[in-house]
């Protein structure tokens, strides 16, 4: 090993038996040169896209089908406000309470309208009967028979079932009001209220002391137990009247009264109507006489 002094610095050169050419060494001994030196040195090159065919676009294509071109988009003219809306805007800004740091929840009724609204629920329930504020009308009391198995012994006078009016004062006990006013809910007014609503009820018969059908001998009626009641007709609104006699079973008015028919079945333990005898052709008699079988209804 001989000692070199190469770049100031002293290193050893190992000499081994290497076999000595005429030509030179296929590779230099001499470092490679930095990759950043050759990469500067190398041209950047920028990639060119090619230009897009005049089919390719919309334009293109609008004219090998031959149409025109594209007009610009045109947006339409907002409509002038009109003087209601002004109005309203005008209204929105002068009233404070609608202001967003107002709560959301719907400011209390004015007291005149609570105070007008007790007053009406106090004197309906100052009129009511049967411990029901829709049962208007007043107690009598007891009501003596003059035949044997006749008499009411707490009878009430209705005048009106759940806002509708009865057309004369009906007598009966309060089972019988209470079943009334449960068929009027129920069956006669969501059976008229596509007819412009009902109104009032047509009384036929009520508390009478008299026996079935008013046959010599018969077994007492429910008429005369305050039991009973019997309805001819029912008028709307408008002043129209739907009869049982002239409507059972015709059009509209038929499947109204059919319905109401059916309806009172269940709240009446006895409904009888045109279908039953000849002497309920033109009315429904409907009582609360209860029976083990359940509700009779024809």
Not at 3 to 30: D, F, Y
Request: with cysteine; hydrophobic share 35%.
């Amino acid at each position: 090993m001989k000692p070199r002094l190469v770049g100031g610095l002293m290193i050893a050169v190992l000499l081994t038996a290497v076999p000595v050419t005429a030509g030179a060494p296929e590779k230099s001994l001499r470092p490679l040169a930095r990759h950043s030196v050759v990469q500067s040195s190398t041209p950047k090159v920028t990639p060119v896209r090619p230009k897009a065919r005049p089919e390719a676009t919309v334009v293109g294509r609008l004219a090998l089908a031959g149409l025109p071109p594209m007009q610009p988009t045109i947006r339409p003219i907002a409509r002038p406000v009109s003087e209601q809306i002004r109005q309203s805007e005008a209204r929105l800004q002068t009233a404070a309470f609608l202001g967003p740091d107002v709560s959301a929840r719907p400011f209390p009724r004015p007291p005149s309208v609570v105070e007008e609204a007790l007053f009406g629920r106090r004197k309906k329930r100052r009129g009511s009967v049967c411990g029901d504020i829709d049962i208007q009308g007043k107690k009598i009391g007891e009501v003596p028979g003059k035949l044997n198995g006749c008499g009411v012994e707490n009878a009430v006078q209705i005048t009106s079932i759940s806002e509708v009016m009865l057309s004369r004062p009906a007598t009966m006990d309060c089972t019988t009001a209470k079943s009334l006013n449960r068929w009027v809910k129920k069956g006669v007014i969501p059976a008229f209220r596509g007819r412009g609503g009902v109104v009032e009820l047509k009384v036929a018969a009520h508390y009478a002391c008299r026996t079935r059908n008013n046959r010599p001998g018969a077994r007492i009626s429910e008429h005369g137990r305050g039991k009973a009641i019997d309805i001819s007709a029912f008028t709307m609104r408008s002043g129209k009247e739907v009869t049982v006699l002239k409507d059972w079973g015709k059009g509209a008015g038929g499947r109204a009264l059919r319905k109401i028919w059916r309806a009172a079945c269940g709240p009446f333990g006895t409904v009888l109507g045109p279908s039953a005898d000849r002497y309920h052709r033109d009315h429904f008699h409907m009582d609360t006489a209860s029976y083990r079988s359940g509700p009779y209804c024809k």
